[in-house]
């Protein structure tokens, strides 16, 4: 089966422009969540989404945001990108909760120049 | 979020079991115990958890101890694709509390030929 899918997979945008991220998840999963990974910070989560409500928010700012569709599709938006937005940008999927193990995309690697 | 400890770094040799052990002594009694390890150049993958008993499935087992103040994820046979970072990780609450992975800096583990 597919796995989770996460367009486009290299982007280099200029500072202060702003970008969208999408993240198909497996086919019947419900829940979708955004991981920002970069050398210094590691892994951090970004927010997760469970049929279109975003349920659980990590410590970033109003620059960046997410939305989740019908069909359990989500994208992420960081408006105004400052150069430390550079970073390898994680969606994973998951039926429902954490409880059942999170299948996590190859990422986007996002660089901001 | 519950904090865990685990070493920098391990070495082992291919074909031989690995144990990694991970310390949570803030564990509290609604907190699973997840295990995910990230690949060179790959999204984290999912790789077992649990709540009070052993673990086993087809990746690894998971031993938790008595107090739940520590447990170990037991690779039994490791090999060169085993090379990887391991995390450890605390989540609250598997419906109602957070849905999210806090990620430490894990273990690096090395798999000798």
């Known amino acids: 089966k597919a796995g989770v899918t996460q367009t486009p997979r290299y982007l280099i945008k200029t500072r202060g422009q702003q970008v969208t991220l999408s993240c198909s998840p497996i086919?019947?999963?419900?829940?979708v969540s955004w991981y920002q990974q970069t050398p210094g910070q590691g892994l951090q989560f970004l927010f997760e989404y469970f049929s279109e409500t975003q349920r659980n928010k990590g410590n970033f700012p109003g620059r960046f945001s997410g939305r989740q569709f019908s069909n359990s599709r989500s994208e992420m938006n960081v408006s105004t990108l400052e150069l430390g937005d550079s970073a390898l940008y994680l969606c994973a999927s998951s039926p429902w909760a954490l409880c059942y193990g999170y299948t996590f995309g190859s990422g986007t690697r996002l660089t901001v120049v | 979020d519950a904090k865990t400890t685990q070493p920098n770094s391990m070495e082992s040799n291919e074909e031989e079991p690995v144990h990694l052990p991970c310390n949570h002594s803030t564990i509290s009694g609604t907190d699973y115990i997840h295990w995910y390890r990230q690949l060179p150049s790959q999204g984290p993958e999912y790789v077992i958890h649990?709540?009070?008993s052993n673990v086993n499935n087809r990746m690894a087992s998971l031993a938790i101890a008595e107090d739940r103040k520590s447990s170990t994820l037991i690779l039994h046979r490791a090999t060169l694709r085993d090379a990887a970072v391991y995390y450890c990780i605390l989540t609250g609450g598997e419906i109602q509390g957070a849905q999210k992975l806090v990620f430490g800096q894990g273990t690096r583990l090395t798999i000798n030929p």
């Open positions: 086919s019947g999963h419900r829940s």
């Open positions: 649990g709540l009070t």
